[in-house]
């Protein structure tokens, strides 16, 4: 192949979509597996949802929430059990019919997800208020048949996920279970991933089915379209009712309990090849970075290789026992020019050079993969680069959030934002509050309400389409 | 609910295998789904698999495997591309034949094990010896139709394991592979899970379909039931032909590649309830238990309430601050005597109690899940804790291996064969290494060659069937 071949040959600027496949495909996140719709994560890939995983369990179990396992399988009759959430996910719905020879007598559907089988559970395991709050996550996959075109991350017929569910008491305590989550979501992906997220309310339209409310993080990308990076639903007492979770209270008497669910999946790895990635390939936050740092040894001589080699052994020593994640490479066949190239493509956020003039001087040249810049370092400066790492994951979201600002709007009237959607990005606008207008605002211009932001409040606005007194200022955008 | 039916109510001595599903059931570590053959694992159930998963990631780390994410769904013409390995796992395998209302073109099989599916992609990426070996493993479940009863952990149509997929330039390094990873599933399972285990081949009639040779490791379970506890697969070139899986080798010539294959369960949790557990409940190895010392405190009076708490938080913080899972039963509406049973119940390897006379004698109460000892502690070497449960964990792991041998004989003809293989254990017998004979002696005593152990020699004997010349001294056993 030759080096056009291997790096990234489209521009972000111009064909983004192609620029994002290629990103994923070269970098060796992720590949197509056999079946349309379906990808395999290689390492590389898999790495950042393990780091994010992590870092999600020790959060989750902070707030007294632990794991446990679902089968996939759940026979059509518990899906149907709650109704709008069955007709919601039906269409999506992969069906088993067959084991070996054998037809099934119940159809059995992959999980689209686990609210109607995870409830018969719990059901069962409720019987009083001591039971509760009952509290668990599953991480698994998902399958919901998709009909478009396949996007790493982004649109697969299967993906990862967790799924969280919760069953408490009363509802004020499910309602700040919801929020608690939520904030937890938003803090993750800020702090982790370097993207700025907006939370609040779904439109009752755009609502998980079954849910009384659902809050969301919605994050904007490059292209202008918006991402829904998480979603956190009060379920109230919708799926209780029909499952029974029902508990004996202090005064004995039985009651329905409060339920909320949760989730986010691997769309968040799409979401940061996105945001950060630039025409040079994947660019990763320190933070999720499965290499953090790559040593690349420059040396011409046998002389100078055993020089240079001996400095590179002491810096990987240190920079491992601070718990860097640290790689040297020492492929032999390869210059040092293809070497940054794969390693530039590959987004490690911190590259450092050594060569024979390097010792002499006895520094080292650091090149920061997110802004391309160059520094040297001195040998006795090594230890530095915690912090430098430190400042390459605060800097790379708070460029991201200048982005985003850069494509957010607040907008006046219909024209200006039938003008505005065309380059996409996050429309501020008033709304009246009914699913008319929303429907109408869709159908003619292909954007929906992303998110009501909480700190939406009811000003003295007209909504933008029917001009009747605004409740509230969502969110418009066309969405991934 | 009185407190027998909380508790355990059949001897282990006495139905080994109702005992086995009570103590899966009351200890909360998991419970039947709606649809038959699939169980949901509880938080204390999935706690354990992490724990494991855990160890095991370090551990392949260390070894250079990293993990990836494979689909669930593969197409029936990819199953089938070995002819061999489609027919053994056929009449097993769950096919999607819809999604939604639409049907689908090729029926998908949800993966009874990626080997098709892995090397597919393993052949898209690997090209040149640069790329070899390639070592990936994933964590997943697999699927394979169960018609006899469900047995929770054993017995499953769905479960939870890990499937590990190298690649290699050569047989040699990957029969090394093989070992390697042989190895590390016995000292896991061994230090881990306090269970000893045989390792050796699996006879070709028992092998994996479509390995050359399937490597195995093998306990003996209380009731003198064999289980399979992990196995280790030579594949040869026996996939990397039919997928393709080649690499231009440093001449540039192109070589079929080596590979192997491997993998182990969530029976390794059946295994350990087997094992440890007694007439009380279950019995947890400290490494793997999800809270290794349960503190109950005692009192009467508000003021002896007091007194003891502060030192109970005392406690806590020091053990906790050894890393230690601790726990404290505060519950106010239960007794000393409820809480103790309910925690052997689950199996907690310490229980610490303290009242306001042990606080007179600065003490405390040890009291020791897996042997039932209780020893008085000074309040000045509570540090001493953290050897105690060391020490539990290698003494339980002596006990089993005395028990393991006490299950285990040297079997000189068939007729004393037929009549101990009644009562179950594991048998050594001679066998001249012919199928026939290893048939016959299944159908006629339900009894297969479980494992070659590796230190079998050719020794002098005769095939205790055929009485032909012997070749190895398999251990016989009847099996899960």
Chains 1, 2 share one sequence.
Not at 249 to 262: H, L, P, R
Not at 424 to 448: H, M, Q, R, S
Request: aromatic share 10%; with cysteine; net charge neutral.
């Amino acid at each position: 192949m030759s080096k056009e071949e291997i790096g990234i040959t489209v521009s972000k600027e111009i064909d983004f979509s192609e620029w994002y496949t290629q990103v994923v495909l070269k970098a060796k996140l992720a590949d197509y597996a056999p079946v349309k719709g379906l990808i395999v994560l290689r390492p590389d890939g898999y790495s950042i949802w393990e780091s994010l995983k992590t870092t999600f369990d020790r959060k989750f179990l902070k707030n007294g929430i632990r794991n446990g396992f679902l089968p996939i399988l759940i026979p059509e009759s518990l899906l149907g059990k709650e109704q709008k959430h069955f007709a919601g996910f039906n269409p999506e719905v992969f069906w088993v019919t067959h084991s070996g020879e054998n037809v099934l007598g119940d159809r059995l559907a992959l999980r689209p997800t686990s609210e109607t089988l995870a409830y018969t559970m719990y059901s069962k395991w409720i019987q009083s208020w001591r039971d509760l709050p009952l509290k668990i996550n599953f991480w698994n996959t998902a399958l919901r048949a998709e009909i478009k075109a396949t996007k790493p991350f982004l649109r697969t017929s299967e993906f990862l996920w967790q799924e969280g569910h919760t069953v408490h008491a009363n509802q004020e305590e499910a309602e700040n279970e919801v929020m608690k989550i939520l904030e937890i979501y938003k803090n993750t992906v800020e702090d982790e991933l370097a993207i700025p997220v907006v939370t609040g309310k779904k439109s009752e339209k755009e609502k998980f089915v079954g849910a009384v409310y659902t809050t969301t993080m919605e994050a904007i990308m490059p292209d202008g379209k918006a991402l829904q990076m998480g979603t956190s639903h009060f379920l109230g007492q919708n799926f209780s009712v029909p499952f029974e979770v029902k508990f004996a209270d202090k005064d004995n008497i039985e009651q329905f309990a409060w339920q909320t669910s949760w989730g986010v999946s691997w769309r968040l790895i799409g979401a940061m090849i996105m945001v950060h990635g630039d025409d040079k390939g994947l660019v990763l936050p320190p933070k999720v970075a499965p290499i953090q740092i790559v040593i690349v040894p420059i040396f011409k001589s046998d002389d100078s290789k055993e020089i240079v080699f001996k400095k590179v052994n002491e810096i990987y020593e240190e920079l491992e026992s601070k718990q860097i994640r640290v790689h040297i490479d020492d492929r032999v066949e390869l210059t040092p020019g293809y070497k940054f190239n794969d390693w530039e493509l590959k987004g490690v956020p911190l590259r450092i050079e050594i060569g024979p003039k390097d010792i002499e001087k006895e520094q080292i040249v650091l090149a920061k993969r997110y802004n391309r810049e160059k520094i040297n370092l001195n040998f006795k400066e090594i230890e530095k680069i915690v912090t430098i790492l430190d400042e390459i994951q605060k800097d790379m979201l708070k460029i991201a959030k200048i982005k985003a600002k850069e494509n957010t709007s607040i907008i006046s009237n219909y024209t200006e934002f039938k003008s505005k959607i065309v380059k996409g990005g996050f429309l501020y606008a008033y709304w009246c509050g009914k699913v008319e207008c929303e429907t109408k605002i869709k159908e003619e211009t292909g954007a929906d309400i992303r998110v009501i932001p909480f700190e939406s409040k009811n000003t003295d606005g007209k909504c933008m389409y029917c001009q009747e007194q605004s409740i509230t200022i969502p969110i418009f955008a066309r969405g991934y």
